[in-house]
């Protein structure tokens, strides 16, 4: 190699990346032209390293929040608005008696008793429509679980919104109430 321009790929606070050259197979110096060019690219270069840093840590921290999820001793999960289970926790799968995700299949309204249906669809309806800050309402809930028999559980709903303030989804924490007799 006969020619070389290399810049330092700076992060944020100046801490040096590393670095990105030129290299050419014969003399001749390197015009400012050159300089600017490999200038941009070291900034570019830093700016996509620091994305993909910021990436994994986002990856990392979504893992860790799905595994306090997965692991917590309560049902945790999220609907869409027509009731297509988006999410549920191994909790909540164990408790309604199924094995991995095919709950996912499933619509939450479709598991609430026909009796409690109602109710539970004028909470949601209310809370969304006034628009209070958190939509917040909790209430005993009787579920269908898959061999087709009804629990009882207690349940929290909050409305999820968009920035725009629209009502999104929804999601929720519920517990089962244990049998009088248990």
Partial sequence: CRGYLGYPIPDASGKVLGTICILRPHRGG???????????????????????????????????????????????WRISLDGRILMISRKGREELGYESDKILRDSWFD??????????????????AIGAPNGLFSTPIRLRKRDGDYGSFFTTIRPVRDSSGKVKLL????????AEDD
């Fill in 171 to 178: 999601e929720g924490i519920t517990f089962q109430i244990p």
């Fill in 111 to 128: 598991l609430i008793h026909p009796d409690d249906l109602p109710g539970i669809r004028s909470k949601i309806d209310g809370t969304s």
């Fill in 30 to 76: 390197f015009g400012e032209y050159d300089h600017r060019v490999l200038r941009m690219f070291a900034k570019r270069a830093a700016m996509e390293i620091e994305r993909m840093a910021l990436e994994s840590k986002i990856q990392e921290s979504e893992k860790d929040v799905w595994e306090l999820v997965e692991n917590a001793p309560i049902m945790i």
